[in-house]
T-cell receptor
Framework: AQSVTQLDSQVPVFEEAPVELRCNYSSSVSVYLFWYVQYPNQGLQLLLKYLSGSTLVKGINGFEAEFNKSQTSFHLRKPSVHISDTAEYFCAAALSGGYNKLIFGAGTRLAVHP | GAVVSQHPSWVICKSGTSVKIECRSLDFQATTMFWYRQFPKQSLMLMATSNEGSKATYEQGVEKDKFLINHASLTLSTLTVTSAHPEDSSFYIC????????????FGPGTRLTVL
């Protein structure tokens, strides 16, 4: 069965420091991978997605992620975070396109401190 | 990008009553919509897939008679929580299959349901 694991439930970081949020997936077939951000009491906003092609994906708000098939990972990175990046981040996977059933990881709470 | 709205954004009801939540795609037609449930500090769990003009497909463990889904048009899907109880209190989020070419889902802002 397909699953998504986010290795860190919380990540505290100081403002302007780099950050990496880790995500691993398990699937024996090709998957499509996504990172979403959720601010308190709001829905999800897509940060970036990997469908095919280049393994380095750039998204909004300065975020990027790298798809690593051999390690079945899709870690999210940002070189310099801001206070406004404080939010919950979800990694998700789909077997047959991002418009179909998504499997979400448990989420990582990014807390940016001044 | 495409916009999905939900109404209401929050609702408080008494135990035993039914509550209807609407999910609308504002600027595109969505043949498929999804309903998710999210408990505090937890991830999203898919409840059901809603297809316009046909019965919804529910995930294992989700009570069909408890959570009624109706996808009456290409822009509207509704979730009705029947005979709500405090354990149904949660954050409900819908999403809509994006138009051709986007290869993603667009999420609504969510509805906070509190059952007293």
């Amino acid at each position: 069965a397909q699953s998504v694991t986010q290795l860190d439930s919380q990540v505290p970081v100081f403002e302007e420091a780099p950050v990496e949020l880790r995500c691993n997936y398990s699937s024996s077939v090709s998957v499509y991978l996504f990172w979403y951000v959720q601010y308190p009491n709001q829905g999800l906003q897509l940060l970036l997605k990997y469908l095919s092609g280049s393994t380095l994906v750039k998204g909004i708000n300065g975020f990027e992620a790298e798809f690593n098939k051999s390690q079945t990972s899709f870690h999210l990175r940002k070189p310099s975070v801001h206070i406004s990046d404080t939010a919950e981040y979800f990694c998700a996977a789909a077997l047959s396109g991002g418009y179909n059933k998504l499997i979400f990881g448990a989420g990582t709470r990014l807390a940016v401190h001044p | 990008g495409a916009v999905v709205s939900q109404h209401p954004s929050w609702v408080i009801c008494k135990s035993g009553t039914s509550v209807k939540i609407e999910c609308r795609s504002l600027d595109f037609q969505a043949t498929t919509m999804f309903w998710y449930r999210q408990f505090p500090k937890q991830s999203l769990m898919l409840m059901a897939t809603s297809n316009e003009g046909s019965k919804a497909t529910y995930e294992q463990g989700v009570e069909k008679d408890k959570f009624l889904i109706n996808h009456a048009s290409l822009t509207l899907s509704t979730l009705t929580v029947t005979s709500a109880h405090p354990e149904d209190s949660s954050f409900y989020i819908c999403s809509a299959r994006a138009p051709v070419g986007y290869n993603e889902q667009f999420f609504g802002p969510g509805t906070r349901l509190t059952v007293l």
